[in-house]
T-cell receptor, first 111, second 113 residues
Framework: KNEVEQSPQNLTAQEGEFITINCSYS?????LHWLQQHPGGGIVSLFM???GKKKHGRLIATINIQEKHSSLHITASHPRDSAVYIC?????????????FGKGTLLTVNP | DVKVTQSSRYLVKRTGEKVFLECVQD?????MFWYRQDPGLGLRLIYF???????EKGDIPEGYSVSREKKERFSLILESASTNQTSMYLC????????????FGPGTRLTVT
């Protein structure tokens, strides 16, 4: 059974700081997702990765397949980035779309 | 834009009641999922469906059933609600082919008293 571990569980930062959230998993995967959930809100997909690095605005996601590790970085953090960030992995390919989720990282960015 | 909607944002039911949670997506997605989300446990898969009338159990199907009579609609049924089913329930769908993100509904916060 694949385990998905995120660290840290909670993170508090000052506005403008560089943020890193980590995700490790235990077996081979076909894709990794980073998701964002604001308090009381639904979940939004930020990135889907199978290799390398992706960037969208101030957000950067990287994955190292050999080390079974991914990081989500936020540059120049802002209070509106405060949310729960969730890592999820897809184990199989083809028509297997099931995801296994980490428990999430609660990020609070103070002004 | 893909839209996934859920029938209620908040729901309060009594123990023993039959509860229906409905999810509708408007982009002809074949794969649909029901999750529950609890503090400290994260998202857990209850059931998923990869086509009309097709369903598969997820990791925690006990106490739940599902119905997929039409492609756009996936219903979660609590046959006899219990207090340990108090949770946030999230529906998601995914396009039919290739690697793609999952699209989530806004969630239904269910309280069983």
């Amino acid at each position: 059974k694949n385990e998905v571990e995120q660290s840290p569980q909670n993170l508090t930062a000052q506005e403008g700081e560089f943020i890193t959230i980590n995700c490790s998993y235990s077996v081979g995967i076909s894709a990794l997702h980073w998701l964002q959930q604001h308090p009381g809100g639904g979940i939004v997909s930020l990135f889907m990765l199978s290799s390398g690095k992706k960037k969208h605005g101030r957000l950067i996601a990287t994955i190292n397949i050999q080390e079974k590790h991914s990081s989500l970085h936020i540059t120049a953090s802002h209070p509106r980035d405060s949310a729960v960030y969730i890592c999820a992995v897809r184990l199989g390919g083809g028509s297997n779309y099931k995801l296994t989720f980490g428990k999430g990282t609660l990020l609070t960015v103070n002004p | 834009d893909v839209k996934v909607t859920q029938s209620s944002r908040y729901l309060v039911k009594r123990t023993g009641e039959k509860v229906f949670l409905e999810c509708v997506q408007d982009m002809d997605h074949e794969n649909m999922f029901w999750y529950r989300q609890d503090p400290g446990l994260g998202l857990r898969l209850i059931y998923f469906s990869y086509d009309v009338k097709m369903k598969e159990k997820g990791d925690i199907p006990e106490g739940y059933s599902v119905s997929r009579e039409k492609k756009e609609r996936f219903s979660l049924i609590l046959e006899s609600a219990s207090t340990n089913q108090t949770s946030m329930y999230l529906c998601a769908s995914i396009p039919p082919a290739g690697f793609s993100e999952q699209y989530f509904g806004p969630g239904t916060r269910l309280t069983v008293t």
